[in-house]
């Protein structure tokens, strides 16, 4: 089992920057695809970015690229999730997520924990 708490939500104007955190406890993290996906009302559920167990090689959606960096820090069992130039259409549910395996996957259904979910919104 892996226990994931996400913090660092919020509400901000478009333009503005915010960092998603997630903090794992429960098993060894370093064993872990980590991802971030989001939830808009009346939407599915999307990917948003994962990364590597060691962080060596991220994937982001392209809606997300160039604004959104993913980053970990196995010593401290955190995860991250910079944005940036966040834009109205940004605004959802963020939650992190941690998958078995030896890859990046964009699927949720691969993801086995899941974190409470944080709420940004990002107003005009």
């Known amino acids: 089992q892996v226990q994931l708490v996400e913090s660092g939500g919020g509400l901000v104007q478009a333009g503005d920057s915010l960092r998603l955190s997630c903090g794992a406890s429960?098993?060894?993290?370093?064993?872990?695809?980590m991802g971030w996906f989001r939830q808009a009302p009346g939407k599915e559920r999307e990917f948003v970015g994962a990364?590597?167990?060691?962080?060596?090689?991220?994937r982001y959606a392209d809606s997300v690229k160039g604004r959104f960096t993913i980053a970990r820090d196995n010593t401290k069992n955190m995860f991250y999730l910079q944005m940036n130039s966040l834009k109205t259409e940004d605004t959802a549910v963020y939650y992190c997520?941690?998958?078995?395996?030896?890859?990046?996957?964009?699927?949720?259904?691969?993801?086995?924990?899941w974190g409470q979910g944080t709420q940004v919104t990002v107003s005009s």
């Open positions: 990364t590597t167990r060691t962080g060596g090689s991220t």
């Open positions: 429960g098993r060894p993290f370093n064993i872990y695809i």
């Open positions: 997520a941690a998958a078995a395996g030896l890859g990046i996957t964009i699927t949720s259904g691969e993801y086995t924990y």
